[in-house]
């Protein structure tokens, strides 16, 4: 039977929307009648309703937990992510690859529309599409989309906006906080897929970083989310496959693997004009990567957490 992200995740979502006044989140109708769940503009939103949105993002896929952690100094907490349908969940759903703008609005859109719209490449490569009646969008912004972009995801999903559910989740907030640092298996399966690792020999992931302080501004905010997965995540992916590559692979992942590592992002993204084009791609993916293949029984562990760095980056 086919797994349909939109239908799992509906779930999660009707639960959200039910309990909107406990989770700190409020629930309105936006243009056309889509409805507009606001998790962190006008209302503080919580740390449950932010575990919720990182499992919608995970297309109901994946399970995402808080755990005490005493490593870094201001942080006691970390989120961790796992998955038994980690490709899916990760690239089908939470990654943020759906680029959406009109005017003075830009957004990257992620969770299960991007199943329904169909609009990357890389689906092709999944080989996955969803035709589910009601699908959900989490943005990473501080105000509504405009008229057009609720018409321009209506269109390309061939659906009613009234069946479209907006969860907006800005970086300074705590549902956006948690749920970038809820992204810590994804980036490391993306770039999985950027070093040309066949997909299909993932066969499960787990992953865990620490839980920033919420930040006064987006740049500190973006910075501080970046660093708890570059310099504070550790992912586990259980894999198949020629050893070779499996070592091969385990030896590039890391983070610490790109020329740009060795400075907290805020630096990094300010050294290069503000222009994430300009950061070495293979920076983004988690501190330290564990590769257990399923064939030979072996594990291999590259990468390290840098405590200093992330302690540095949660002060600033």
Same mark, same amino acid.
């Given at each position: 039977?086919?797994?349909?992200?939109?239908?799992?995740?509906?779930?999660? +979502?009707?639960? +959200?929307?039910?309990?909107?006044?406990?989770?700190?989140?409020?629930?309105? $109708?936006?243009?056309?009648?889509?409805?507009?769940?606001?998790?962190?503009?006008?209302?503080?939103?919580?740390? #449950?309703?932010?575990?919720?949105?990182? #499992?919608?993002?995970?297309?109901?896929?994946?399970?995402?937990?808080? $755990?005490?952690?005493?490593?870094?100094?201001?942080?006691?907490?970390?989120?961790?992510?796992?998955?038994?349908? &980690?490709?899916?969940?990760? +690239?089908?759903?939470?990654?943020?690859?759906?680029?959406?703008?009109?005017?003075?609005?830009?957004?990257?859109?992620?969770?299960?529309?991007?199943?329904?719209?169909? $609009?990357?490449?890389?689906?092709?490569?999944?080989?996955?599409?969803?035709?589910?009646?009601?699908?959900?969008?989490?943005?990473?912004?501080?105000?509504? &989309?405009?008229?057009?972009?609720?018409?321009?995801?209506?269109?390309?999903?061939?659906?009613?906006?009234?069946? +479209?559910?907006?969860?907006?989740?800005?970086?300074?907030?705590?549902?956006?906080?948690?749920?970038?640092?809820?992204?810590?298996?994804?980036?490391?399966?993306?770039?999985?897929?950027?070093?040309?690792?066949?997909?299909?020999?993932?066969?499960?992931?787990?992953?865990?970083?620490?839980?920033? &302080?919420?930040?006064?501004?987006?740049?500190?905010?973006?910075?501080?989310?970046?660093?708890?997965?570059?310099?504070?995540?550790?992912?586990?992916?259980?894999?198949?496959?020629?050893?070779?590559?499996?070592?091969?692979?385990?030896?590039?992942?890391?983070?610490?693997?790109?020329?740009?590592?060795?400075?907290?992002?805020?630096?990094?993204?300010?050294?290069?004009?503000?222009?994430?084009?300009?950061?070495?791609?293979?920076?983004?993916?988690?501190?330290?990567?564990?590769?257990?293949?399923?064939?030979?029984?072996?594990?291999?562990?590259?990468?390290?957490?840098?405590?200093?760095?992330?302690?540095?980056?949660?002060?600033?």
């Amino acid at each position: 039977m086919k797994i349909s992200i939109n239908k799992k995740s509906e779930e999660i +979502l009707n639960n +959200l929307i039910l309990n909107a006044d406990y989770l700190n989140i409020k629930i309105k $109708k936006g243009w056309s009648n889509c409805t507009i769940i606001d998790a962190g503009i006008d209302v503080p939103g919580s740390i #449950e309703a932010g575990l919720m949105i990182s #499992e919608i993002c995970l297309g109901g896929l994946g399970k995402v937990n808080l $755990k005490f952690n005493d490593y870094f100094d201001l942080s006691s907490m970390q989120i961790d992510v796992h998955s038994a349908h &980690p490709v899916l969940a990760c +690239l089908g759903s939470q990654y943020a690859g759906w680029s959406l703008s009109s005017k003075n609005f830009f957004a990257l859109g992620s969770g299960p529309v991007r199943s329904i719209a169909q $609009k990357e490449e890389i689906f092709k490569e999944l080989n996955y599409s969803d035709a589910h009646t009601k699908t959900s969008i989490v943005l990473e912004v501080e105000k509504e &989309p405009p008229e057009e972009i609720v018409k321009k995801i209506s269109s390309d999903c061939n659906m009613e906006p009234e069946n +479209l559910f907006f969860i907006l989740t800005p970086t300074t907030s705590i549902c956006g906080n948690l749920q970038v640092v809820a992204r810590v298996l994804e980036v490391a399966i993306h770039k999985v897929h950027e070093l040309k690792f066949p997909l299909g020999r993932i066969k499960n992931g787990f992953g865990s970083a620490p839980l920033p &302080p919420i930040a006064k501004d987006f740049v500190s905010g973006m910075g501080r989310t970046n660093d708890a997965i570059i310099y504070g995540g550790i992912v586990q992916l259980i894999v198949d496959g020629p050893e070779d590559d499996i070592i091969s692979l385990s030896k590039e992942l890391p983070s610490i693997s790109s020329k740009d590592y060795g400075k907290p992002f805020k630096t990094i993204f300010e050294e290069n004009d503000k222009d994430f084009y300009k950061i070495d791609g293979f920076l983004f993916s988690p501190a330290q990567i564990i590769l257990n293949s399923i064939s030979s029984g072996k594990t291999y562990k590259t990468g390290e957490v840098n405590r200093k760095i992330v302690n540095n980056s949660f002060r600033i």
